[in-house]
């Protein structure tokens, strides 16, 4: 498996997205994702610029914000990184295309020992489609669209019960491929992503989030946990960008720490409907906060946003 890179100092090798010019469906995410941002998406959205240079998503995961934001071409170009090589694997094969990840993925069936043959299989032994067309299949039939990996690496998330899964979505697949032309992806820690932001640019940040209870553990997205010194770095390197003039959002759960980090930043308390690890009796809505610097599209909406958040705690 190749090894994890170091981003260029600018000028980027990247060039401008196609994303302005993409026909065809609106792009939306390929993969579900743990913090799949659904729910905050609108709110996300109005809070980033109309008109945005270089567009930054350090925690890309599922990808959200990216695929709405070049659905209504909002960006130049696009820096996308993540630490999780799998994932950025999936969408360096689709920037390449989206044909051969298709025809691998129409070969996959869902049944329980087609599943625990492909979750066998070693990623360094495959080719970039392959691992590709893998983690497609794994993400759509596994429990609950989980991405986890043991200790040394391997996948392990079980088999799910689905009736009928979509494993393979071609025009989802296509449109993802076109928005993806022309953006720069990495295998990253996020403080090397935003070194090179300045005014014009915008940068999105989905961290894991600080859990809400003691008993929560940091979430264990990649083999390495998010804990309380990243989330430090973190607010460090927000800070940054407000001094260069770069318009940033972050979305984290509303705690004593994300609070205090973020204190000195517009905050605003959003609800949104609890994250797929929640306990079943503690099901409903929870609130997030979302965090700005710099120039927004239009000025958020904070009464509506304080109004509803009386709502929900009378
Ligand atoms: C909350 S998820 C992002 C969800 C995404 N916004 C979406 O819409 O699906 C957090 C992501 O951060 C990644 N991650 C964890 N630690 C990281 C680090 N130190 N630097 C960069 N990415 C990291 C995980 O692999 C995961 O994909």
């Known amino acids: 498996m190749p090894k994890s890179t170091t ?42 610029p109309a008109s945005i240079d270089t567009y930054y998503e350090p925690f890309i995961g599922g ?39 298709i025809q691998l993925l129409e070969h996959y069936e869902y049944d329980k020992d087609t599943y625990y043959a492909a979750r066998a299989l070693k990623p360094a032994n495959l080719d970039l489609n392959e691992r590709a067309a893998r983690l497609i299949y794994l993400n759509r039939t596994g429990y609950n669209g989980l991405y986890r990996v043991n ?47 300045r005014a014009g640019d915008a940068v999105y940040f989905d961290p894991p989030y600080v859990p809400l209870s003691h008993t929560a553990s940091f979430t264990a997205y990649h083999r390495e946990a998010f804990g309380e010194e990243a989330h430090k770095r973190l607010a460090e390197c927000f800070d940054a960008l407000r001094s260069r003039g770069v318009c940033s959002v972050l979305s984290n759960s509303n705690t004593p720490l994300t609070r205090s980090l973020f204190d000195d930043f517009p905050l605003d308390l959003v609800p949104v ?4 690890n929640s306990k079943k009796d503690g099901r409903g809505d929870v609130m997030e906060i979302l965090v700005t610097t710099g120039k927004t599209r239009k000025p958020p909406k904070r009464t509506a946003l304080r109004k509803s958040r009386k709502k929900r705690v009378s």
């Open 7 to 48: 981003l260029p100092s600018r000028p980027h090798d990247i060039r401008p997205s196609t994303a302005r010019s993409a026909g065809g469906k609106a792009p939306r995410p390929v993969l579900k994702w743990a913090g799949g941002k659904t729910h905050l998406l609108p709110r996300i959205l109005e809070r980033l």
């Open 63 to 101: 990808g959200a914000v990216f695929f709405a934001l070049a659905a209504d071409k909002r960006f130049s170009r696009a820096v996308l990184s993540d630490k999780n090589q799998d994932l950025i694997d999936v969408y360096r094969a689709l920037r390449r295309g989206a044909k051969g990840v």
């Open 151 to 197: 200790r040394s690496g391997q996948f392990n998330v079980p088999f799910g019960r689905y009736v009928n899964p979509t494993i393979c979505d071609p025009e989802r697949l296509r449109a993802a491929s076109r928005a993806l032309r022309g953006v720069s992806l990495e295998v990253a820690d996020f403080s090397e992503l935003c070194r090179d932001a």
């Open 273 to 276: 409907p609890r994250r797929i």
